[in-house]
Every structure is written in C-alpha cells, then in structure tokens.
C-alpha cells in the first residue's frame, strides 16, 4: 500500500459465494496478509491447545441454552482463562478474538469470518465487508467443488449459513447479514470472483487508499 494508512479488512460471508478466494485476490493484489483457517493454528500455537480443539468450535455458537435464553448478550471478550473451561468453545473464542486483535495491530491484511468485524470494532483503518450471492449460483459452486454427494449442495449451505448466523448472533448479539454491520455489502453472483475483488479495490480507493499493482 502507498498510502500509509492502516488497512484491515474483514470479510463475512454466505457459505459458496466466494469468500476465501476473493479474500485471497485482495491480500494478493494489495500486498496485505491474508487469515482464514490459518487462524486456527496461530490461536494453537499461542495457546498450547490443540487446533482440533479449535476446528470443532470453528464459527459455532458456543452454549446453545445460554444463546436461547439471552439473545442479545454476547459473551465477555476478556482475557482468555487458562482453568477448567480451557476448551471451552467461549474460551477458545477469546483466544481467537486476542490473535485477531494482535494481527491487526501488527499488519494490514485481510480476516475472513469469526467475527472479525466485531472483534475489530471501532479500530482506525477497519474496513467490514459481506459477500453474499444467490443460491443457484453457490450450489454450482460447491457442487463443482465436489464436498458434498450430488444433490446435498443446497441442504448443507443452508446448514453453514445457519451455523455462521448462529455463532455470530451468539458471539456478538447482532445479526449477521445486518447491513449496519458493514461498510460494503456485495452481490458475487453478479460480479463474480475478479468482479468482486476490483468493485472492493474500487471502494477502497474511493476512501483514499492507493496501492501498487
């Protein structure tokens, strides 16, 4: 980047539209550090927990009861315990949330997912983006992926869709495709993959960030 300024961007997104990839693009073209699920082995290491430990609690909500009974409550975003509660999935979201934190301060670069929007909040240079796209359009894409046997593409987005809604309702008490959450909200089936890397790059440089090709 040649503008000095910070730059963190934090992509949430609907499961098959796109958002690791175009999350790569950006980090790629601009220069940025790019934290998917190598989060989950930075948080490993920092804690000496197991990173399985991590992928089961990955984007879930954590105590379903609790959720249920206070909705608009999230969790306390203090220090991480190092007691019984461990591998707690709320533990385990604090140490994510303190990595996140420390690589933003570090570097400017690029988070998808786990509630980084959140975690963030209020930092100078955060920029929240959300990826959306229409349902044909992501079950082509993890149908061509192959995760799935034929025919359950549709079933097992709407499952991840909701996990991710439930995980981020839980962890910070707002709506997950909430358009108050974001600076810029995009459609990738419209757009696709390039489209909607440079539309970002575009936004970005209406906000007076400069970059190098």
Not at 179 to 199: H, I, P, Q, S
């Amino acid at each position: 980047m040649k503008s000095g300024k910070r730059l963190v961007i934090t992509i949430g997104r609907q499961y098959g539209s796109g958002g690791r990839e175009i999350g790569s693009r950006l980090a790629e073209s601009l220069g940025l550090g790019f934290y998917d699920k190598n989060i989950l082995r930075i948080d490993s290491d920092e804690s000496g927990i197991k990173e399985s430990f991590y992928h089961m609690a990955d984007e879930k909500a954590g105590n379903k009861l609790l959720y249920r009974i206070v909705k608009s409550l999230a969790p306390d975003l203090g220090s991480p315990s190092l007691g019984p509660d461990l591998v707690a999935a709320d533990n385990l979201f604090r140490f994510q949330s303190e990595v996140i934190r420390k690589l933003a301060a570090a570097e400017d670069c690029v988070i998808i997912g786990r509630c980084a929007d959140y975690v963030l909040d209020g930092m100078d240079g955060l920029v929240r983006i959300f990826l959306y796209a229409d349902m044909d359009y992501r079950v082509e894409r993890i149908r061509q992926l192959g995760y799935y046997p034929p025919g359950e593409e549709k079933k097992n987005i709407k499952r991840i869709d909701r996990e991710r809604r439930d995980y981020h309702r839980y962890y910070t008490g707002r709506d997950w495709e909430n358009v108050e959450n974001y600076d810029l909200m995009l459609n990738t089936a419209r757009l696709g993959t390039e489209g909607a890397a440079e539309a970002v790059k575009g936004y970005l440089a209406l906000r007076g960030y400069d970059w190098q090709e």
